[in-house]
C-alpha cells in the first residue's frame, strides 16, 4: 500500500484541484483522507456523502457551575486569556478565548469550576462520486488541536485501506509547514509538492522540502500554472535538479479549472485536454513507487 501526501508551501497553488484529479483517476482503488482540516474543501469537488459521522473531542474547557458559584469573581480576575466575563452578574466562559489551563479550576473557593473534554470537529467517512472512501473532517470554529484531528483522519483512512485491501491512500495536506503539515507527513510512502512561479511559491517550496527532508521521504513536484512566469518557472527548475526532486509535470494556466470548480468537478469530469496529462501525472508517480518497491 502507498500512501501518498499532496502538499503545497502555501496556500492557492491548485493543491486540493490537483488532489481531487488524482483521486477520480485512482477510483475506487484509493482511500482519500483531507487532513487540511483547518479549511477543508475536498468534498465540493468528490461529493462525499458523509455517511457515517463521528464527534471529536480534544483539549479542555473550563466549565463553571451556576448552582455552586459564590459571584467572587477570582476566576475573572485571574485568567490571563480574559475568557471568563460576567455580563448580568452571571460568569460564563468564551469557549473560543479559553486556552483549557485549568487555572480557574485551582482558583475557585467553591469548587464550581471543573475541566470538561472539548468538542472539537466532526470525522466523516464517505463514499465519493470517484467509488472510493474519503475520510474527512470538519474543525470546529476557534478549536485548536487540528494536528490530533489530522492524525485521527489519517490513522482512520489507513485502517480502512487495510480492511478494504485498497492499493493507495491519497492525502490532501494542510498548506505551509506547520503542526497539521507535520502530522499528515507521519508514515507517507511519497509526497507530491504544487507550485507556483512566483517569487512566495519558490520560498514555500523551499521551505515545505526543507521539513520532508527531515522525514527522508521521496518528492516529486508540479508546477501549475507555469506560463505566468517563464523566469521563475526555471528558477524553480533548477530547485528541483539541485533537490533531486522529480519534475512531474507542467501544467499551464487555464479558466477550464476555474470553470470545473464553479461546476464542482475535477478537469478531467469537463470537456479538456488535460486527462492525457493527469494520467501521465499517474503514470510516472506508479513507475516512480514500484521502483523503490524493488
Not at 455517511?51 to 457551575?65: Q, R
Not at 473557593?109 to 467509488?131: C, D, V, W
Amino acid at each position: 500500500m502507498n500512501e501518498i501526501v499532496i502538499l503545497s508551501g502555501k496556500g492557492g497553488t491548485g493543491k486540493t484541484s490537483i488532489t481531487a484529479t488524482l483521486a477520480m483517476l485512482a477510483g475506487s482503488d484509493a482511500v482519500i483522507a483531507d487532513c487540511d482540516v483547518d479549511a477543508a474543501n475536498m468534498h465540493l469537488l468528490l461529493k462525499p456523502d458523509f455517511g457515517k459521522g463521528h464527534d471529536f473531542y480534544s483539549g479542555e474547557l473550563a466549565v463553571i457551575n451556576q448552582d455552586q458559584c459564590t459571584r467572587c469573581g477570582i476566576c475573572e480576575e485571574k485568567c490571563r486569556f480574559h475568557a471568563i466575563s460576567s455580563p448580568g452578574g452571571q460568569f460564563q466562559v468564551n469557549p473560543i478565548d479559553c486556552e483549557g489551563c485549568g487555572y480557574c479550576e485551582k482558583v475557585c473557593p467553591a469548587h464550581a469550576i471543573t475541566m470538561q473534554e472539548r468538542f472539537s470537529g466532526n470525522l466523516y467517512i464517505s463514499q465519493t462520486k470517484a467509488g472510493s472512501f474519503m475520510v474527512h473532517a470538519r474543525l470546529d470554529i476557534g478549536a485548536e488541536n487540528s494536528g490530533k484531528l489530522v492524525a485521527r483522519v489519517k490513522n482512520e483512512a489507513k485502517s480502512l485501506a487495510v480492511a478494504e485491501k485498497k492499493q493507495w491512500i491519497i492525502v490532501d495536506g494542510s498548506p505551509g509547514i506547520g503542526c497539521p503539515v507535520i502530522s499528515s507527513l507521519s508514515g507517507a510512502t511519497y509526497v507530491i509538492l504544487v507550485t507556483e512561479p512566483t517569487m512566495s511559491g519558490l520560498h514555500d517550496l523551499k521551505r515545505i522540502y526543507a521539513v520532508i527532508k527531515k522525514f527522508r521521504i521521496k518528492a516529486g513536484c508540479i508546477i501549475n500554472k507555469y506560463d505566468l512566469n517563464a523566469n521563475k518557472t526555471n528558477e524553480i527548475k533548477r530547485f528541483l535538479d539541485e533537490a533531486e526532486i522529480l519534475h512531474l509535470a507542467d501544467i499551464p494556466y487555464d479558466i477550464l479549472f476555474t470553470q470545473a470548480m464553479v461546476e464542482g468537478k475535477t478537469i478531467i469530469e469537463i470537456q479538456s485536454p488535460y486527462k492525457p496529462v493527469f494520467q501521465q501525472i499517474w503514470s510516472k508517480l506508479s513507475e516512480q513507487l514500484n521502483h523503490k518497491k524493488q
